[in-house]
């Protein structure tokens, strides 16, 4: 199974890229995962917050395909444990999933077309942090998931 973590946003400063890659080249080993990142182009970025999020709407449905699984990150999701994220990619490799797809959405959430195209929808806290963090943070918890999986010392409980 492939993993993908969308975000809307943009580029990586040098500490987060430098994160992404050490947890990207741990998790290697047992699973592929990859950073996408969805950018609007510079002359659609606008103010009017329902359109930029209709504008990443299109973006993410035009990039969605039928053999992804899509997993929101949403504040109003529901809260797993590193134990249930483990769980859940095993469920997804169960059941013959290709590509796993975790999305951070955009700086105002997603419209209701993205809700109801995810199969889940996940909360990483109730705090709220900066798009470079979560995905810094997603990537640690897939390896996190992955060594649990593999029964690697690296999670303790």
């Given at each position: ?47 009017d917050v ?21 997993v ?86």
């Amino acid at each position: 199974m492939n993993i993908e973590i969308w975000s809307l946003g943009k580029a990586n400063e040098d500490f987060i890229a430098s994160g992404l890659q050490y947890y990207f080249q741990k998790t290697k080993p047992w699973n592929p995962v990859e950073l996408v990142i969805l950018q609007l182009p510079k002359k659609a970025l606008t103010s009017d917050v329902a359109r930029t999020k209709l504008q990443e709407e299109e973006l993410i449905l035009k990039k969605l395909q039928s053999h992804h699984y899509l997993v929101l990150l949403d504040e109003r999701g529901k809260a797993l444990n590193s134990v249930q994220w483990s769980q859940q990619f095993q469920q997804c490799m169960n059941q013959g999933v290709k590509t796993l797809v975790i999305l951070i959405g955009g700086a105002f959430g997603v419209t209701d077309a993205i809700r109801n195209h995810a199969r889940q929808c996940w909360s990483l806290s109730n705090l709220v942090f900066p798009h470079q963090m979560v995905r810094l943070i997603v990537a640690e918890q897939v390896y996190r998931a992955f060594s649990i999986l593999n029964n690697s010392p690296y999670h303790h409980e």
